[in-house]
């Protein structure tokens, strides 16, 4: 039970980087692997402020502020010196981890002792049920902290998504969708497609910066290497929703990488449990994310030969 519910709390938390890595990859067509430095600056700022003394909930908005100037960063090469879109990120993602080093002082900061949404969470639970350590749940043993930190990262990612499903309806949001699609259309009716651009990313790595601040807080310690392939995370989360729920309405799509994110780590919390080696983690999540690009193409062409060899 509990391999299930950090599994559950750990896809929530990064379902934030996923829905990031949606607004850029699947809305902007842009290769984003700023993804990888912002949320190892989310991590970083949040750890550092909370071990000063700020509270954790403005040490993580703040951090959120910070992925969002670097996501803006990224934006900003691209949009105004007509840096490629890959080397743009690449820029930003070498210069955040120096700067990600300056911010923690050092490789690895714990926050065991600290005082973080998550601590704060787990008190307000053991209070509101009375002080036990742990209740049964269906004939499941729940520890009341994990239960804690679960509710906390679903009541997170479900402002978030709600959030940004209020926001990409309003005619910014709606200007912002149609740039990705038609940039000479939306060029046409007056529209900055290079502010758009640089607004979007600045929400992209925004979002992604606080997964990190939530990571952070829920795993007890920033790390300058935690960041190491997690846009890969973030695109396989949303290739797998689109799998599940199709890419045509809004909402479904925004629920869908939520769902992909927790699916994804599910899948990785048995493969671990099964025996698969950490080592190669990233190895088959790489794999795992190119099945999923070119499987639907290769289904796709079967069927067409099907149907013609049914028609000749």
């Known amino acids: 039970m509990n391999l299930l519910l950090g599994a559950w709390t750990i896809g929530l938390i990064l379902s934030l980087l996923a829905l990031g890595v949606y607004i850029s990859f699947r809305i902007f067509h842009f290769p984003d692997i700023t993804a ?3 949320i190892t600056l989310g991590a970083s700022v949040a750890a550092v402020l909370i071990l000063q003394g700020w509270d954790a909930f403005l040490a993580s908005g703040l951090a959120c502020m910070c992925g969002a100037v670097a996501g803006a960063t990224t934006g900003v090469l691209n949009a105004k010196f007509g840096i490629h879109k890959l080397l743009s990120g690449i820029l930003v993602m070498t210069a955040l981890y120096s700067i990600n080093l300056h911010v923690l002082g050092k490789a690895n900061v714990p926050l065991l002792d600290a005082k973080t949404l998550m601590t704060t969470a787990e008190r307000a639970a053991v209070r509101l049920l009375g002080g036990v350590a742990s209740f049964n749940l269906a ?3 729940v520890p009341t902290p994990d239960a804690a930190a ?6 997170s990612a479900g402002l978030v998504a709600g959030g940004m499903y ?16 038609n940039e000479q259309m939306i060029r046409a009716l007056g529209v900055s497609v290079e502010n758009m651009t640089i607004l979007g990313l600045a929400i ?3 979002l992604i910066a606080l997964s990190g601040a939530l990571l952070a807080q829920y795993q007890g310690f ?7 392939g997690m846009v890969v995370w973030g695109l396989a989360s949303v290739i797998i929703g689109q799998a599940l729920v199709g890419e045509q309405y809004l909402g479904l799509t925004i629920t ?8 994804f780590r599910l899948l990785v919390a048995i493969a671990l449990r099964w025996g698969l080696d950490p080592n190669d983690l990233k190895l088959v999540t790489a794999l795992f994310v190119f099945g999923a ?3 639907p193409e290769l289904l796709a062409r079967t069927r067409r030969k099907a149907a013609q060899l049914r028609h000749a």
């Open 293 to 295: 690009l070119v499987l």
């Open 36 to 38: 990888d430095g912002s």
């Open 204 to 206: 992209s790595n925004g």
């Open 256 to 263: 869908g990488a939520i769902m992909g994110s927790v699916l």
């Open 150 to 155: 679960l509710a906390l990262a679903l009541l």
């Open 139 to 141: 004939g499941w043993e």
């Open 166 to 181: 209020a926001f990409l309806r309003t005619n910014l949001g709606t200007a912002m969708r149609a740039t990705g699609d």
């Open 222 to 228: 920033a790390d300058v290497q935690m960041g190491i």
